[in-house]
């Protein structure tokens, strides 16, 4: 129902002749979108979250935020944490889920990027859709510029499994290695207007499904997450030349070490 709802908001304001009723539409998108939001946490409430957190959240602001990513469960943890305490998540979703019924055109009025999916044995393939993805993020940002949001993303691009973990040869114990384009295309594309970097961490007791979150077999969470101001050091690091680039991995990298020592310190004390 708030699926179709906002689609049929979103298409009214698309109608409108005026800038500022194509807003009002929109917000009112936006305020579906947040009314379900409470709804999930009302039907969900039982599941406890531990939830540990340094540096100022601010809700009227533009953020990006990165989670690792362990389960389908992780966007109903990250709109239960974050809600209200930021604008609403726009999460950077695979392109195969813009087929979802409803909820996949659903997300789509709300400006969620979509993004594909590719082989690297493929390499001409690859280049093409590496650069439709840039174009997609950077007409997410121009939206975003509008209204204050959050761009949301998975840094590693897929949920973390041992045999991906593998088969990537990922140094970390229980994560797979960062990719750091979409926040070097926030960062060029938000430019001044993005005033926070959310890093997050998600820790489950055990693997768990989207299915056993929403049976009440999952009873505890450990969220932590990190809300670090944007300075003039953190924008150049989304300048586009190889320099750049290399200083934008290289904090990933030292990030991805504390994030991986966290779980791994969550596991030993639990």
Not at 117 to 124: C, G, I, N, P
Not at 136 to 144: E, L
Not at 176 to 193: E, H, I, T
Request: overall charge positive; hydrophobic content about 45%; proline content about 4%.
């Amino acid at each position: 129902m708030f699926a179709l709802l906002i689609i049929i908001c979103t298409l009214i304001g698309l109608l409108m002749p005026f800038p500022s009723l194509r807003a009002w539409w929109q917000g009112l998108g936006f305020a579906l979108f947040g009314w379900f939001v409470d709804v999930n946490n009302v039907l969900v409430w039982d599941v406890h979250i531990d939830l540990h957190g340094t540096g100022v959240l601010l809700p009227n602001s533009w953020t990006f935020l990165f989670s690792n990513h362990r389960s389908w469960v992780d966007i109903l943890i990250l709109l239960r944490v974050f809600h209200r305490r930021l604008p609403a998540l726009r999460f950077f979703m695979k392109q195969e889920l813009l087929w979802l019924p409803l909820g996949g055109l659903a997300c789509r009025a709300l400006g969620f990027p979509f993004l594909s999916r590719y082989q690297k044995s493929d390499l001409k393939k690859t280049r093409v859709n590496k650069h439709a993805d840039m174009d997609i993020i950077r007409k997410a940002c121009a939206v975003c510029r509008t209204r204050p949001s959050v761009l949301a993303c998975f840094i590693e691009g897929t949920r973390y499994t041992y045999e991906k973990k593998q088969r990537q040869q990922s140094p970390y114990k229980h994560l797979l290695k960062p990719k750091s384009g979409g926040l070097a295309l926030a960062l060029q594309g938000l430019g001044d207007q993005l005033q926070t970097i959310v890093d997050v961490t998600i820790i489950y007791p055990k693997h768990i499904s989207l299915w056993d979150y929403l049976c009440g077999r999952i009873k505890k969470t450990t969220v932590y997450y990190d809300a670090i101001p944007v300075d003039d050091r953190l924008r150049k690091l989304g300048a586009s030349d190889r320099s750049a680039r290399r200083d934008l991995n290289r904090w990933f990298a030292e990030r991805w070490q504390k994030k991986d020592q966290c779980i791994e310190d969550t596991y030993r004390d639990a």
